[in-house]
């Protein structure tokens, strides 16, 4: 029995450690570009230099597990062929190649591991008094804004993009637009439409306000993330409009039943891209396949959400709590116990993957 896992995110690392535990004669294969295990939920951290965002992957999976260190061109049937030229034959394949991130030109990606690198190399370089502008007003560029703004005071910081933590609560924007202040984060709730490259190899960021005009910039971050790898759509494997993979109830392509899909590429109904949906998917598909293979009828897969944290610098942070369907409630947390529960959500998420042990909330009813 050969199982092959693409991507050693979240879902993947977990997917595969589960299925370790649970079918122990497979041979189990993760395929990942990068020797380790990142913690993309930490990405804001490693640009500003406060926290370690990558463990190898010799620590993360399990005894008997075999890494490829290459990224997956196409899925064919019943092999996967390798950026290498190789390819490696499966049984059953649990997709889980996650998201990307398309920048616009001008800008640095803090979404991935090589922008994030890049960024903290550049952001370290740049003396007092510069500028640095973060476009995206989600949870990425929020806690990447706080991050670069609380470690390095001396910068000028600011946060441009739509509205300021769309999905959270009136109470609980108006929380994170309070801690931005404290941090002396400007916030400039419009769009960027392009960047334009500047004298001296700054930046220059064109709004579509006429207000607010061309602002110049010494380091443009793009906190924007969402973009779906086309791994699933070229090897012909049925997608909804966003390139994600379609599922069955099961988490299993639509269009092979080998294949399982989880985290960010699956087009999971009511799901979002997010560490707290990773975990759930990673370990449902293990447990599904693992199902399966003992000759057991599989259970429909279902999750419900708790909330959306996010942290503004080392010592702030706000808990957006939700229903489980994802919809915000009208509570939530702030200030230091907010960054402790989002710390403990984070390093939960680690172990969870690490030594496949989760448990989640089940979806609405």
Known sequence: MKIVVAGAGYAGTLAANRLAKKVPEAEITVVNPRPDFVERVRLHQHVAGTGKVATPLAEMLRAGVAVRLAAVEKIG????????????????????????????????PVGTWEGAEYARTALADLPPGATVTVIGTGATGIETAAEVADGRPDLRVR????RLAATFSDGARRRVRAGLERLKVSVLEDSVTEVLRGEKGADSVRLRSDANGELRSDLTLWAVLGSIPDLAERSGLEVDDRGRAVVDRYLRSVSDPRIFVVGD???????RAACQTAGPQGAHAAD?????????????????YFGTGLTLGRRDGVIQLSR???????????GRPAVVLKE???RGAKYGSRTATITWLSGPK
Request: glycine fraction near 12%; charge should be negative; charged fraction near 20%.
């Open 159 to 162: 946060l441009v993009g739509n």
């Open 288 to 304: 599904t396949l693992a199902r399966l293979i003992r000759g057991r009828e599989p259970e429909p897969y279902s999750m419900g």
């Open 344 to 346: 403990g959500a984070t």
């Open 265 to 271: 590429c699956a087009a999971v109904p009511g799901s």
């Open 324 to 334: 489980r369907d994802d919809s915000a409630r009208r509570h939530y947390l702030a």
């Open 77 to 108: 049937d019943g092999s996967v062929t390798l950026d290498t030229g190789e390819s490696a034959d499966f049984d059953h394949l649990v997709l889980a190649v996650g998201s990307t991130v398309t920048a616009l030109p001008g800008t640095v």
